[in-house]
């Protein structure tokens, strides 16, 4: 049975998408099976992983409002063992659209329930907002990755997810967990970082993650070229602390080996 990952923070700027993509190419890399399901509308993890925003190309849109299956929408990518439900800006609509519909909160869970047995792992990346979207996300994850920078006014909004997901625990999703903090665009050469990074120990204790990930040039570029870090540049700091945390995050868990996906190496051969 995979495990959902959420990538969520209502704050942007904090390395959100490049979590999302980065984590889910370590994983793949280190032989696990995984999908990245974009759930943000501006279709960043999309383009980041070499896919051209098409509104023609089934997307997390049609997942959502029961237009097609998860496994339809499903794209390999470049990296072996990685694969995409891709984005695109008409996601936006669905905001509108689902605020009348049965069971609102619950349909990627719903969609994304026959892929459990086909991914070791599976990693939502949630746009920056707590609206329907990111609901959604929460509601279908097992747990929730936080990255944050390591600065004062970062705790505020970290704060205000940590009460929303205490109210989806109580409302939809009960076993909901907050899978960990990562600290992104690191300095640890700054009194600045150090202080800060201090004082989130003492508030978050060990859901504060070890693996930091640093302010690294070839991580920032590798969006531009469609490529997670790793295929972009294995030997930089980003990639490699990518890889780090994708250890310390299956470090915590026994998994059970994934099926084969058939749906998407026979559809998309």
């Not at 669905?94 to 599976?122: G, Q, S, T, W």
């Not at 409302?171 to 967990?177: I, K, R």
């Not at 050469?189 to 202080?195: I, K, P, Y």
């Not at 470090?251 to 996906?261: C, I, R, S, V, Y």
């Amino acid at each position: 049975m995979g495990r959902v990952i959420a990538v969520a923070n209502q704050k942007g700027g904090v390395g959100k998408t490049t979590t999302a993509i980065n984590l889910a190419a370590s994983f793949a890399a280190a032989e696990v099976k995984c999908l990245l399901v974009d759930c943000d509308p501006q279709a960043n993890s999309t383009g980041g992983l070499g896919f051209q925003r098409d509104p023609d190309r089934l997307n997390t849109y049609h997942v959502l409002m029961a237009e097609a299956t998860a496994e339809q929408a499903v794209q390999p990518t470049e990296l072996e063992g990685l694969f995409l439900v891709p984005s695109h800006r008409n996601l936006i609509g669905a905001n509108i659209e689902l605020v009348a519909a049965e069971e609102r909160e619950y349909r990627l869970r719903h969609a994304l329930a026959p892929m459990r047995d086909k991914f070791d792992f599976i990693v939502l990346d949630c746009p920056p907002a707590l609206d329907l979207l990111t609901l959604n996300a929460l509601v279908a994850a097992d747990s929730v990755l936080v990255p944050m920078q390591a600065e004062y006014f970062a705790l505020e909004g970290v704060s205000e997810l940590l009460d929303t997901i205490e109210r989806l625990r109580q409302s939809f999703n009960p076993d909901l967990q907050v899978e960990g903090v990562v600290l992104t665009m690191y300095d640890d050469r700054t009194n600045l970082a150090q202080q800060v990074t201090q004082e989130l120990k003492k508030f978050f204790g060990e859901k504060l993650l070890g693996t930091t990930i640093p302010r690294n040039i070839r991580l920032a570029e590798a969006p531009s070229y469609g490529k997670p870090a790793l295929l972009y540049d294995v030997r930089s700091r980003g990639a490699e602390s990518y890889i780090k945390l994708a250890k310390e995050l299956m470090d915590h868990l026994p998994k059970q080996p994934a099926t084969e996906f058939s749906g998407a190496s026979e559809a998309y051969k």
